[in-house]
Every structure is written in structure tokens, then in C-alpha cells.
């Protein structure tokens, strides 16, 4: 007799949770089947730090397979999934076509980057939604800092040393906060940068900084921006991204080569695609976290519009620490469809927020109690370390080594600007030369997204808008499309284009495309502003 098979696609909070939770409780009578684009669960809300070299990029990354070993793993992406036949059709990562079918579905899609019809944000900003975006955008603030130092031009030296930030929520906030603390660390004690003062830029439509926190908490945030020297501007967002700089909201053209958009998150357009209810772009679903009518379709994260309980009326908004109890009620819930324990309504309580805003800063309310400074800071570290599935010690290593020895500040070129597109639905896979497109773009959607969203300027999305809720590091909007980041598995030397695929990358005419005797990839050092930085 064949064990019943649960295929879960995404490992991201929710995904991840909900793969370790039932691979306990099944005991080896169900096979799990976990479809995921890269091998590992992404701890989004530490992403900051690596983006400003506190830590280094594998210490946020979670094996699936080292911590996953009753749970079958399936690299691809999801390209469509069948219902009535009970099969998800997935794209491998040499672009081989495959089918899973199921007895039990889970859909924990995640979310992916949310775009505003502001003219040129897509061409000249980058996201932070993926380990590829962080990556990038470290050296990118690296090579500006030392272009700067370089040059003569007072001019060009300025515009090389501004980065804005677009959006104020948790993202980023901890961006800003962490990047003035690097950038002030480059300069700090090299002779030919004396006199140099990097300057970052906080903007949103809303009033105030981390809008959807305690007002205290807000204040505490803004006063150690401030303090910082970063130029905080509530209610002042991006009109027009152009070549050589942004042009804000209140008529001010800032000459700048960095813009980062921090300003939302949409679920991953499969959960449309189903062609289910829908709220928001979000998969409907029951308390018990199923959908209506297809018992055997489940859906957590950021994938579904789950009821809160809590408030009726209400959904549960995008952030990690949901997604991650829905895994586990989720998980309980598959067990009990196949006879084992009873069902469970999800119901949370909030157990308060943290945000680190780098070195011993930070603002918290564990259990509804406001704490900043040295306390906070203190409580938000114990908390990722308590939350973070495996990796603690090599974190904690990180973080004393960051407090006793100065970071390197190097740029390794690995990710270029034109291979981390904001205007993408996969984050979490950077673009090669010669390679399809990481995803299928599901156009009907990505247009349908922009027609519905509201005649806005940037910020913070609010949570009443189309499309999802407001992006949030901390404790973080479930990542992209089953945890972002990491290395391109579709996009390996010798996969074949899967069908139906978009048209390969082209980089642009400077860089050379794989051939006998060149390496794929980038290959260039230099990443000129024309290609695509902003």
C-alpha cells in the first residue's frame, strides 16, 4: 500500500515549518515532498546584516536537506498546478519540465517585490526581497564609497556617497540604519576618505517611521536614525527615478546612483493563477487553513487571506511571525485529514516586535513592554537566535567578531545590477547571461497588479491597498516565492530552457557571454551606473 503524499511548495516560513512540523508527526507513514527553487530556508529578517557585512551570507541560509532528512526535496519552481488531475508542474533547475502529484497540497507561495507605476523605479531601483538583492547591493555601496574617494569632482563624489531608501517600514528602516553604520566604518580611518560623509536617505508617505508599530517604538527608531546622521523625510516619497539621480515628491532632484526599494511586498502571482477566491491577491481559505470546496488544498503564508479569529472581519497580515505559526497548525491539520490527531483553528497572540537597527540599537516590545538602547538591542539578538531554526552559533561568532574587529569592506562582483531586476517574480534567483528568465512572468497578473494599485508616489503599501501588505523585515514579510536568495539552481552552466519559458538574459554590451574558455556569468569588475544602478 502506497503512503499518501503531501507535495508543500515554497520553504519558506511557512513551508519550511509546516515540512518540519509533519515529517514529526507522519512518523514515515506520508511521504513529503517539499518544491523549492533553492535548497535552503532564508532567515529574511537578518538580511540587513548581511547586506552590511556583519554577516556573511551563509550564516542566514538553513540546509533543507541537513535539517529536513524525512522530507523529500524537489528543486524547480511551480509553473502551474492542476486541481482536478492533483498535480503541480514544476520547472527544474536546468529548465527540465516535472509533475508531483498529491494527495495533500500546500501552497506557500510567499511574496515577491511589489512595484508603484512611478516612471523609471523598475529600470534604475533594486529590491531587498532576496539573498542575491543583498549581495548586490553590499558591493554596489562598497564600489560607490571607494569611486568616491577616487574622483576629484565634488560633484560626482556627493551623488557616489547619497543612497536612498524608499520605505519605512521594518526593511527599510534596518537598511538605512545598517548602511549608515557601514558606510561610516569605510571611511572612518582610511587617509584618502577623510572628510567623506556617506548620507542616507529614509523616505515614506507615511508620518512617521515603522508606521505600523507603537508610536514609542517609532520615536525610538527615528531618534537613533537621526542621531546617526540619516536624513529622515516622512511624508516625501519618489516621483521620478531617472539616470542620474530621483526626483522626490516635494520638487527636490537628489543627485544619487543607489536607490532602494523597500516599499512593499504582493503574494507570488500562483496563488492566482489557481483561479480560486481570492482577497487581495491572496488565497482564501477557512480557519483550519484550507480552501473551500478542495479539502485537500491547503494554503499559509503569505499565499493565503487566513481569518483572524482575533478580529473578525479581518485577515492575518503578511509578516513571518504568522507564517510560521500557520506552518505548524497547518501541518497538524494535514495529519488529522489522514486520521491522526484533531483539527485546529489558527489563532495567535501577538507577542510583541523587534527591530535592530545595527551595532547595540534597536527598538522592542516583547509582551507589550517598550524597551530601546542596550536592552533592546539585547532582547532583539536573543530573540533571532531563539527563532532561527538552526546556524545560532556561527550568528552569535559573527556578531562578537563584528563588535571586536573591523568589517571588510570588499566588493567580489558576483551579483551584477542587470541580473537582480526589481521588476520580477523571483527574487531569489539572479539572472546569468544565456539562461531563461528565472520564472515564468504571469503577465495578466503583474498588469493586473499595476492597473489596480492606486494613483500613489512610493512609501510604505499601505494595508488596505491591493496586492498585499506593507513589506516588513522584522519579523519580516514572508519571503519571495519559497525563501529567496541563493544560487540560481535553474539558471546552472547547461540547462536547456524549459518551454514556454521567456527569451534568455542578454547582459549588456560590455560584458561578454559565456563561450569556450569564458565563465559563465558576469565577468567584469566595473558596474557602470548605465547599466542599470540607480
Known amino acids: 500500500m502506497s503512503r499518501p503524499r503531501t507535495v508543500i511548495v515554497g520553504a519558506g516560513f511557512a513551508g519550511y515549518r509546516t515540512a518540519r512540523t509533519l515529517s514529526r508527526l507522519a512518523r514515515g507513514r506520508a511521504e513529503i515532498v517539499l518544491l523549492n527553487p533553492t535548497d535552503y530556508f532564508l532567515y529574511l529578517p537578518l538580511l540587513p546584516q548581511v547586506a552590511a557585512g556583519v554577516l556573511e551570507p551563509r550564516r542566514v541560509t538553513i540546509s533543507l536537506s541537513g535539517t529536513l532528512p524525512q522530507v523529500r526535496l524537489v528543486l524547480g519552481e511551480s509553473d502551474r498546478i ?17 509533475t508531483l502529484s498529491y494527495d495533500r497540497l500546500v501552497l506557500a507561495a510567499g511574496s515577491v517585490n511589489k512595484l508603484l507605476p512611478i516612471p523609471g523605479v523598475a529600470e534604475h531601483a533594486h529590491g531587498f526581497r532576496g539573498l542575491p538583492e543583498a549581495l548586490y547591493l553590499r558591493d554596489h555601496v562598497t564600489r560607490q564609497v571607494e569611486l568616491a574617494a577616487a574622483t576629484d ?14 520605505g519605512a517600514g521594518y526593511t527599510g528602516t534596518e537598511v538605512a540604519a545598517h548602511g549608515q553604520l557601514f558606510t561610516d566604518s569605510q571611511v572612518a580611518k582610511h587617509p584618502m576618505r577623510t572628510g567623506l560623509r556617506p548620507r542616507w536617505m529614509l523616505l515614506d508617505i507615511a508620518d512617521r517611521v515603522l508606521p505600523e508599530l507603537d508610536e514609542r517604538l517609532s520615536r525610538t527608531a527615528d531618534g537613533v536614525l537621526r542621531a546617526r546622521g540619516v536624513d529622515v523625510r516622512m511624508g516625501t516619497s519618489v516621483k521620478e527615478a531617472t539616470h542620474d539621480g530621483v526626483l522626490l515628491t516635494d520638487g527636490e532632484f537628489v543627485d544619487t546612483q543607489t536607490l532602494v526599494w523597500c516599499v512593499g511586498v504582493r503574494p507570488d502571482p500562483l496563488a492566482e493563477s489557481l483561479g480560486l477566491p481570492m482577497e487581495r491577491g491572496r488565497l482564501l481559505v477557512d480557519p483550519h487553513l484550507q480552501v473551500p470546496g478542495r479539502p485537500e488544498v491547503f494554503a499559509c503564508g503569505d499565499a493565503a487571506a487566513v481569518p483572524d479569529l482575533e478580529e473578525p472581519g479581518s485577515y492575518t497580515p503578511m509578516t513571518a511571525q504568522h507564517a510560521w505559526r500557520q506552518g505548524k497548525v497547518c501541518a497538524h491539520n494535514i495529519a488529522a485529514s489522514f486520521g491522526d490527531g484533531e483539527r485546529r483553528a489558527y489563532r495567535h497572540k501577538d507577542l510583541g516586535f523587534v527591530v535592530d537597527l545595527g551595532g547595540v540599537k534597536a527598538a522592542a516590545n516583547p509582551l507589550g513592554v ?12 536573543g530573540y533571532h537566535l531563539a527563532a532561527m531554526p538552526g546556524n545560532r552559533v556561527r550568528v552569535a561568532a559573527d556578531w562578537l567578531l563584528d563588535a571586536v574587529l573591523p568589517r571588510q569592506a570588499v566588493q567580489l562582483g558576483l551579483v551584477r545590477s542587470w541580473s537582480v531586476p526589481l521588476d520580477t517574480d523571483s527574487p531569489e534567483l539572479p539572472r546569468i547571461p544565456g539562461k531563461p528568465e528565472p520564472k515564468q512572468e504571469r503577465e495578466p497578473q503583474g498588469k493586473q497588479e499595476r492597473e489596480r494599485e492606486p494613483s500613489r508616489t512610493g512609501g510604505e503599501a499601505a494595508k488596505n491597498q491591493p496586492g498585499g501588505e506593507p513589506a516588513r ?18 539558471n546552472q552552466p547547461g540547462g536547456e530552457p524549459g518551454k514556454d519559458r521567456p527569451p534568455a538574459v542578454t547582459p549588456p554590451p560590455d560584458q561578454p557571454p ?3 574558455g569564458v565563465a559563465p556569468g558576469p565577468v567584469r569588475l566595473t558596474d557602470r551606473f548605465t547599466e542599470g544602478d540607480s
Not at 492542476?82 to 514544476?90: F, G, S, T
Not at 560626482?156 to 536612498?164: E, G, H, I, L, Q
Open 473 to 490: 523585515n522584522q519579523p519580516g514579510g514572508e519571503p519571495a516565492r519559497n525563501q529567496p536568495g541563493g544560487e540560481p539552481a535553474r
Open 153 to 166: 569632482d565634488p560633484v560626482k563624489c556627493a551623488s557616489r556617497c547619497t543612497f536612498v531608501v524608499v
Open 370 to 381: 517598550n524597551l530601546s538602547g542596550v536592552a533592546a538591542g539585547a532582547v532583539a539578538r
Open 514 to 516: 559565456p563561450g569556450p
Open 82 to 98: 492542476d486541481l482536478d488531475a492533483r498535480q503541480v508542474h514544476y520547472t527544474g533547475p536546468e529548465g527540465e519540465g516535472g
